[in-house]
Every structure is written in structure tokens, then in C-alpha cells.
């Protein structure tokens, strides 16, 4: 029967297959106490069918899947237990997941659009397993569709409608390209006062009168004649030699702190030999650090977005993606240091004392203390940053009932997450790699628990990741499946992979290469791998963490030595950012309570905030605090990890490329099973978790009974689910 056919028969067909269903029961002498049961299912059934959320290949996989279970635990003399309303609810939903949990691929706008060909990509992806998409204006438009334009807005407004008509779902991008805040320039061609600012420093004692540098002109006096545009910040001296600097606020000249464009600069540029990308126009960076500023950026965009398809935020419009916010963007100018017109002012507030006798600090690195000092300036620049830019635009999100999702510019940028309803990181430029300490080790290793630890912290539903973006053109699909299980096993349920390309003419193909969609090797094998990028989302989505270990972290820097070992040995945790000790948690002498969660242990590996102290003071009291050392062995961590907290699986042998999460949904034990290494692996299990054991295929949605006594056979790079009911 053709899909079209099963549409229009599937109620008549529905009702058939549930008399046979019924039937079947009662020849099979079915007790009565699981009619509910059955009940059940046919409205579960009822409501998928009828409201369209599966064809008929789904439909007769999900039969395969649910009507041999209950059949099969429905008759008379079985001894295995009855299955339950929520595992049926479980399977079921393991089977078909709603659409929202669809991986949403950028999809780069990059060429001359037409309805057409937008209308049969959007079939194409939906073909292939994919409801949601990115719109993300890209290098290689011509200038005729310039951002925000009428022509722009159009072809997004097809995009958006035809996406209604097939139940997908959509993101905006809040900038042409990035990083976001200037609308590709359109803020400071409002405004020229909003361009990027920065701090320069001169040297008074070494500068010649007449000279220029960083742009300030030194007079006969030897001091520095300021423009209109330009503001002494401080005449303050070095502390290593005496000398009198003058630190200057001024706008970036021309040419520096830049976007990235969205047009090439010649009209129709061959592909180069070499397949590097070819130039592009570079917009100039707004001042994200001005509150002006950015309200600018707001209007130009966000409101624009609304003003043109309010009707369809917070429902095929899920979210608006902002990107890595710089405070000097691309290509900054030489001795550039970060601020704003009273930037000085701000620092000194927030820091609690005066800041200026340290500004030489910020240019010197033989100043006393010189790491301590820039250290603290950073830390207020990014105070600055959530007030000026990401609490704007997050309020601005949630007053127009859609989320605000993205990334900041660090991969352990753990705070700003705050200001996002989906938090959210990226993985480029082959940051992480199959085989490769960066798995483990560095900043960018932390940053799929870091989003996921602040969804369950913030109390999100969801977090997302930007992946495969530029890991070029020998990037393979069994890459692009272990950055997915490198993902997901952390916690991640919200895909978003970089990217789908509308054109590769020329020289578009080689832009932050590679294309993993429809101009992809693999795009005939793409199906069955976003079938399970969307189950393996949905499992991690509303479902509970069991977790009770926490590593302490810092709004901008998570650390990594201890996450190490706990992965090796299979003892998961999230990131603790320290704040919430002292704003939202419950610290008790029976650990740490927060947003559902209960930390019996927390790891604390470098030097904790202030503030933090009292509630360490707490947990070291009660026994519950672990303080890392590198002196440590990894034997001894986990030792004093299990004697405070119950073993939730044990490896045997052990097994250090296995990573595990438990999660429970609709009231069944899961376990995420993945085998990150190179090899593959033969392991017995031993799990906290009571009950039957069966191995769910993420790909195809079924499952397999597991024998607990038999070793369990993972190969190199590849993710299993144990659902244990």
C-alpha cells in the first residue's frame, strides 16, 4: 500500500488492526487485568495515527514493537512479569518520538534562492528523517538578498510556511554571519557611536612629542591630544619600572573587529585550486558591551523577526540561535584591550576596588600579578556582557514565548548559560576527535557536561550542541555518529549539525566544509542515523539524571582532571557551577539539593570563589568533599567516590573507552551505553537497576532480550541502550 493510500484508509485500517488485536487477547486468554492495559495502547495508537505523526512503515514497526510485548505478557501462565503501562508508554514512545526531538541541521542560505528549489530540499530532508532546520544566511548570497532584506524575509517566510504545512520545525539565526550583535552592520551604519570600543595604552615616558600611536596623537607636552571620539581612561604607572601610561577608550579604527559576511567579494569567484574558501565582505562589529547598542541589534533583528512571523513563534518557530558574542569580533586591532566608554567605573564596582592602579596589568605581563589582575578584568567584562547583552535578549525571548539558544564564545562558559532556555556549546574545527585526548582532556572536553549540567541545574528541558562545523573535507560519517554519541552520552538532546549546504557551486563547497547532509557521501544512509539522533534525544529529554556526584566549576572555567577519571571508570556527574551554592541550593549535612538533583559528593579540584566557602565548610564537615589533587591516583579517587556514594554499574574487566548515563523515563531504567574508544569491547555488567534486561536498537527502535549472565559485546565507537524493566 503507498503512503498516500495509508493515509486515507488509516482510520478503517487502525480500527481493523485493534479488532485483531482484541481478538487475538481473547483467544489467547487474556486475564482480565490486562485489558487497561490494552486499552491503553489503542488510544496511544489512536492518537499517533490519526493525528499523522507516523506512516505506514512506522506504524507496522511500532506494532513489531508493542503488540508482541503485550501479547506475549498478557497470557495465562507466563512467569515473566506483566509489562506496565509506562514501559508501554516507554516503548512506544522510544519507537516514534515526536517530532521536536528531530535533529535541526543549519542549513546555510548561500546562493541564489528560489521557492522551488527551498520546497524540495525541505522534502528532501523530511525524507530523510529531518524535521526541524536552521535558517542560516551564509556566504555566497548574492547581494540582491542582503540580511534582513525584503527578498530575505520572503524566502524565509516560504521556508517558515512551508515548514507548517509539514509539521517540521524552524530556528532563526540572529545575525549575517557572525559573531552576533551587529546585524552585519546594520547597527553601526545606524549609529556610528556603536562600533566596538577597546582600551589602548601608551606609553608617555617612551612615546616622541609628535608621534602616534594606537592612533592617539602625543603633543609637544608629551601628553596625549584626544579626538572627539576618544576618552583618557587613566594616567596611571607601571609598578615594574616606573613609567607613566595613558590608557585611552577609543572606537576599533576601520578594518578591524569585523563579522563575518555574507557575500563574496567578487560577483561570481571560480573555486580556488587549493579549495581554501575565497573572501568575503566583512561588516563591522557593534559595541555589545553598550546597552544602546545592543537595543539596536534587538530592533534590527529580534523585533523584525517577530514583526514579520510573530504568528508563529513558540510553535513552528521554537527558538532564535545567537552565536558566540565577541567583545572584539574578528581581526582584532593590535593592542586592543576589551571596553566600553565607563568601563572603568563598572570594573571598579563590581570587582569592589579601584581597578586602576592595575590597568598596566592589562598590557604588562612583568606587573605584579599580572594573571591575577586580567584575571579579575575578564571576569567583569563578562558581568558587563550578561547585562548588556545576554539578559536583553533572554528577556526579549521570553516575552515573545520562544527561546533564546546558541552558544557563548567558551566551551566552559558555564554562566551565560543562565540567560538561555536552551543552553548550549559547539564542537568545530575538529576540537574533538575519535581517538584523541581532546576527548578527555582541555577546556573544549568539558563542554557537552556543561550545557547539560545547566539544563538540569536552570531547570531547561533541553540543550543543544553545534557539531562537525569545519573538520573539512575528509570528515567521515562514522566521525559524524561518535560526535553524536560523544554528545548525547553527556547529557546533550538538542542536535544541531553544521550543516547542510542549499548550494556547493564553486567555491561554497569548500566554506567551513564539510556539507554532511543532502551533498554528503552518506545522505542515502542518513535516514536510520537521525531516526536515532531523535529517540536518543527524546530519552534525554524529561527524563531523570541518576547522578550523585558533582564537580564544582566556576562561571567560566570548568575543569577537567577529575571528569577524566570519572569517565574512565564509569562514574558520571555534572558540573556544579559555585554560584548555586550560595543562591540556589540546599547545602545540608546530607549534601546538595538542587532543581530535583541530590549530590552526595562533590569534587573540588582548583582554588573555590569566596563566597562558595561557608557551604564547602558544610560538606567537608559531613564528609561529603572530595578535594582533587594531581598527586592523586585515579585508584584513589574512585575510592573515596565509592565509598560515598553506591556503585551505580560495575565493569568487569574494566573498561576505560565506556561511558555510561542513567536515565529514568516514563518510570524505566535506561542505560546510554557507549564504547567511545578504538577497539571494541566485551564486558559484564552489574547494575543498581532491578529487572528484565533488553538492548534497544537505536536505529530501528527494536529490542533484544540480554542474557545478564553473558558478557555484553560493544564494538569500536558505537552506542547502545540497556533498558532495564
Avoid at 536510520?528 to 536518543?536: F, I, Q, T, V
Avoid at 541518576?546 to 570548568?558: K, P, Q, S, V, W
Avoid at 545478564?708 to 540497556?722: G, N, P, T, Y
Amino acid at each position: 500500500m503507498s503512503n498516500k493510500l495509508w493515509h486515507y484508509n488509516k482510520k478503517s485500517k487502525l480500527n481493523d488492526v485493534i479488532e485483531q488485536v482484541l481478538n487475538g487477547i481473547k483467544e489467547a486468554k487474556v486475564e482480565v487485568i490486562h485489558r487497561g492495559l490494552l486499552y491503553f495502547w489503542c488510544a496511544q495508537m489512536r492518537k499517533q495515527v490519526l493525528a499523522s505523526e507516523i506512516d505506514r512503515r512506522g506504524f507496522l514497526g511500532l506494532l513489531s514493537v508493542s503488540v508482541p510485548a503485550i501479547l506475549l505478557h498478557a497470557v495465562k501462565g507466563t512467569e515473566v512479569s506483566a509489562i506496565t503501562a509506562d514501559e508501554t508508554k516507554f516503548l512506544n514512545g522510544w519507537f516514534n518520538p515526536p517530532l521536536e526531538f528531530s535533529q535541526a541541521p543549519f542549513w546555510f542560505w548561500n546562493d541564489s534562492l528560489s521557492e522551488e528549489e527551498i520546497v524540495r530540499q525541505l522534502d528532501d530532508f523530511q525524507a530523510h528523517g529531518v524535521y526541524g532546520f536552521m535558517i542560516h544566511p551564509r556566504a555566497g548570497l548574492p547581494r540582491s538578498i542582503g540580511w534582513m532584506g525584503e527578498r530575505l524575509i520572503h524566502f524565509m517566510r516560504v521556508a517558515i510556511e512551508r515548514a507548517v504545512e509539514r509539521d517540521m520545525w524552524v530556528v532563526l539565526y540572529d545575525e549575517g554571519m557572525y559573531p552576533s550583535g551587529s546585524s552585519s552592520g546594520q547597527v553601526v551604519a545606524e549609529n556610528p557611536a556603536f562600533r566596538t570600543r577597546g582600551l589602548f595604552c601608551v606609553d608617555l615616558d617612551t612615546a616622541k612629542p609628535g608621534s602616534e600611536q594606537h592612533g592617539i596623537r602625543i603633543g609637544d607636552d608629551g601628553k596625549p591630544v584626544l579626538s572627539a571620539d576618544q576618552h583618557l581612561v587613566a594616567t596611571v604607572k607601571c609598578k615594574t619600572n616606573g613609567h607613566r601610561i595613558a590608557v585611552v577608550n577609543r572606537a576599533i579604527r576601520p578594518g578591524y573587529s569585523l563579522i563575518r559576511g555574507l557575500h563574496f567579494l567578487e560577483e561570481e569567484p571560480p573555486r580556488r585550486p587549493d579549495h581554501r574558501e575565497v573572501a568575503e565582505n566583512m561588516p563591522p562589529a557593534a559595541d555589545i558591551l553598550n546597552p544602546e547598542a545592543v537595543a539596536c541589534f534587538v530592533r534590527l533583528v529580534y523585533q523584525r523577526y517577530y514583526d514579520e512571523f510573530g504568528k508563529y513563534f513558540g510553535k513552528t518557530i521554537r527558538a532564535i540561535f545567537t552565536d558566540e558574542p565577541s567583545l572584539l569580533a574578528k581581526n582584532p586591532e593590535p593592542g586592543a584591550v576589551p571596553g566600553t566608554t565607563g568601563i572603568l567605573e563598572f570594573v571598579s564596582s563590581r570587582l569592589g576596588y579601584d581597578f586602576t592602579p592595575h590597568l598596566p596589568a592589562l598590557w604588562y605581563k612583568d606587573e605584579p600579578d599580572a594573571d591575577y589582575y586580567r584575571r579579575d578584568y575578564h571576569c567583569a567584562l563578562q558581568a558587563r556582557l550578561a547585562e548588556t547583552f545576554y539578559r536583553p535578549i533572554s528577556e526579549w525571548c521570553g516575552a515573545h514565548g520562544i527561546a533564546l539558544t546558541g552558544h557563548p564564545a567558551a566551551p566552559d562558559d558555564i554562566g551565560h548559560l543562565r540567560y538561555f532556555q536552551i543552553p548550549g556549546q559547539d564542537i568545530v574545527w575538529r576540537y574533538i576527535e575519535p581517538g584523541k585526548p581532546s576527548a578527555l582532556e582541555g577546556p573544549q572536553s568539558t563542554q557537552a557536561k556543561c550545557a547539560s549540567s545547566a539544563m538540569i541545574h536552570l531547570g531547561r528541558r533541553r540543550n543543544s550542541n553545534e557539531y562537525c562545523g569545519a573538520y573539512g573535507h575528509n570528515f567521515t560519517f562514522e566521525e559524524m555518529k561518535w560526535l553524536t554519541d560523544w554528545l548525547v552520552v553527556r547529557g546533550c538532546n538538542m542536535l544541531y549539525p553544521h550543516a547542510f549546504y542549499y548550494s556547493v557551486r564553486g567555491p561554497r563547497i569548500d566554506e567551513r566544509p564539510p556539507d554532511v547532509g543532502p551533498n554528503s557521501p552518506w545522505w542515502e544512509q542518513y535516514k536510520p542515523y537521525a531516526d536515532a539522533c531523535r529517540r536518543l534525544s527524546w530519552l534525554n529529554t524529561d527524563s531523570k539524571h541518576i547522578c550523585a556526584l558533582a564537580i564544582l566549576g566556576r562561571n567560566d572555567y570548568l575543569p577537567w582532571q577529575a571528569a577524566k577519571v570519572c569517565f574512565r571508570h564509569q562514574r558520571d556527574f555534572n558540573y556544579l557551577e559555585a554560584r548555586h551554592l550560595w543562591e540556589d541550593a540546599r547545602v545540608s549535612s546530607d549534601g546538595i539539593h538542587i532543581a530535583g538533583m541530590h549530590y552526595r559528593v562533590l569534587i573540588v579540584e582548583d582554588e573555590p570563589p569566596e563566597k562558595a566557602k561557608s557551604a564547602l565548610e558544610i560538606l567537608h564537615n559531613a564528609g561529603w568533599l572530595i578535594r582533587w589533587k594531581e598527586v592523586m591516583s585515579d585508584l584513589e579517587l574512585v575510592q573515596q567516590i565509592d565509598l560515598l556514594v553506591p556503585v551505580d554499574v560495575c565493569v568487569s574487566p574494566k573498561a576505560p573507552d565506556l561511558r555510561v548515563r542513567h536515565v529514568i523515563k516514563h518510570e524505566t531504567d535506561c542505560y546510554l551505553l557507549f564504547n567511545e574508544g578504538q577497539e571494541d569491547i566485551s564486558v559484564h555488567l552489574s547494575l543498581s537497576a532491578k529487572g528484565r534486561w533488553f538492548l534497544l536498537d537505536t536505529e530501528t527502535g527494536k529490542r533484544h532480550t540480554l542474557d545478564k549472565d553473558a558478557a555484553l559485546q560493544l564494538a569500536r565507537q558505537k552506542m547502545q541502550v540497556l533498558m532495564v524493566a
